[in-house]
């Protein structure tokens, strides 16, 4: 009598299993996506939306040289983070509507990058600092653009710079601290998303 009850349910935890799939977003006839993905949107227009994402793809970059560590790619991917912050900048001259609203913000990632550049250090704490005050721009220009659909995570370690805290953004929800790097690779967690 045991086994039978054991095997009922396993059959019914498979049975569960298999409805939760199905009834997840693809379709038995086909197997495509119910609902295909969104595209991202804000309250830019078209040529807004696609620049600031640039400069969202370059913030990553840089993200990325300070999870490694590598301060010759941080100095190449902050000054690629400047060049398409200055491209954002050009793209919102276009836009009075907007402009007034985000200038602060993308001025300020423009002049933070460029100062990573201007620190020679090896370790990247002195530059990472300078990370902080980008990732917290970024995350206030994103929320004033309204951008959504564009699988954004705004993330938060309580141990960076001796436990006072920072922000960062990640185009995905596994942390990988920028902050602590190795050391400390997973030290955070997620606070928003976009």
């Not at 045991?2 to 396993?10: E, H, K, M, P, V």
């Not at 000054?79 to 001025?107: C, F, G, I």
Request: proline share 3%; charged share 20%; with cysteine.
């Amino acid at each position: 009598m045991r086994y039978i009850y054991i095997a009922l349910i396993g059959a019914f935890s498979i049975t569960s299993c298999n409805n939760s799939t199905s009834s997840s977003g693809t379709s038995d006839a086909g197997n495509t996506p119910a609902a295909a993905k969104l595209p991202v949107e804000s309250k830019l227009n078209e040529a807004g939306t696609q620049a600031l994402m640039g400069t969202v793809t370059r913030y990553y970059d840089l993200k990325n040289a300070f999870v490694a560590t590598k301060a010759a790619r941080v100095d190449s991917a902050a000054t690629d983070l400047t060049a398409s912050a200055e491209q954002m900048q050009a793209t919102l001259q276009k836009d009075s509507v907007n402009m007034p609203a985000l200038k602060l913000y993308v001025d300020s990632v423009v002049a933070y990058s460029k100062m990573i550049n201007t620190i020679k250090d090896e370790t990247c704490e002195q530059q990472r600092i300078l990370f902080e005050v980008i990732s917290r721009n970024m995350y206030v220009l994103l929320k004033h653009a309204a951008i959504k659909n564009a699988h954004i995570y705004h993330e938060y370690c309580p141990m960076a710079f001796n436990d006072k805290g920072a922000y960062w953004l990640s185009g995905e929800s596994e942390i990988l601290n920028p902050y602590f790097g190795k050391k400390m690779l997973e030290c955070g967690e997620v606070t928003d998303s976009m």
